[in-house]
C-alpha cells in the first residue's frame, strides 16, 4: 500500500459508505445537509491539494493523530443518519496510528467487531451497543508515511 498521494486507498472505503447509502438525496438536499455527490468528491480532493480540508463536524472519535495533515472529509446524509469519511497522512509509525485510532474508537463504545491485515495496512470498525455510532478505519504505511481513512456514521443533530 502506497501513501504517497494519501487517497489511493480511501476508495474502498468511499464504496462501502455509498453502498451504506440509499437515503433520499432530495429530502437531504431540502434539509440543507451535506450529501455525498461527484462535488463533495471534487471538492474534498480539490480541499486535499490546496490545504482547505475542513474538520467541522467530525464526531469525537474522528480524530486526527499529532502532525497529521487533512487530506479529504466527505459528508453524507441518510434519514436520521448523517456520516463521512475523513482522510489524512502523518509521519509516525503505523502501530502508533492503529493504537491512537483504536482508543479513540473505545472512548467512544464503539466495540471493534471486525479486523482484517493485508501487507503494510490494517482495516478495522464496529459499532456502538445502540448501534447509533459507528466507524471503521483504513491505515496503510507507505513510502512516505502513514495514511488513514476514517469512515462513521452517527445519528443527526
Known amino acids: 500500500m502506497r501513501a504517497s498521494s494519501g487517497l489511493g486507498f480511501v476508495f474502498p472505503a468511499l464504496l462501502l459508505l455509498a453502498a451504506c ?11 440543507g445537509d451535506d450529501i455525498v455527490s461527484a462535488s463533495d468528491l471534487t471538492s474534498g ?7 482547505l480540508v475542513s474538520t467541522d463536524g467530525l464526531p469525537d472519535f474522528v480524530t486526527m493523530y499529532r502532525g497529521g495533515t487533512p487530506a ?8 436520521d443518519k448523517r ?22 474508537f473505545e472512548k467512544a463504545g464503539i466495540a471493534i467487531t471486525m479486523e482484517a491485515a493485508a501487507g503494510e495496512g490494517i482495516t478495522f470498525g464496529g459499532s456502538s451497543e445502540d448501534e447509533t455510532r459507528n466507524a471503521m478505519a483504513i491505515i496503510g504505511a507507505g513510502e512516505d508515511g502513514t495514511s488513514a481513512s476514517i469512515t462513521y456514521g452517527v445519528p443527526k443533530g
Open 83 to 104: 456520516g463521512g469519511m475523513f482522510s489524512y497522512t502523518v509521519d509516525a509509525p503505523l502501530k502508533d496510528v492503529v493504537d491512537f485510532h483504536r482508543a479513540a
Open 72 to 79: 479529504m472529509h466527505m459528508k453524507s446524509v441518510d434519514g
Open 45 to 51: 480532493m480539490a480541499g486535499a491539494a490546496t490545504g
Open 21 to 31: 447509502g440509499g437515503g433520499d438525496e432530495k429530502a437531504a438536499a431540502e434539509s
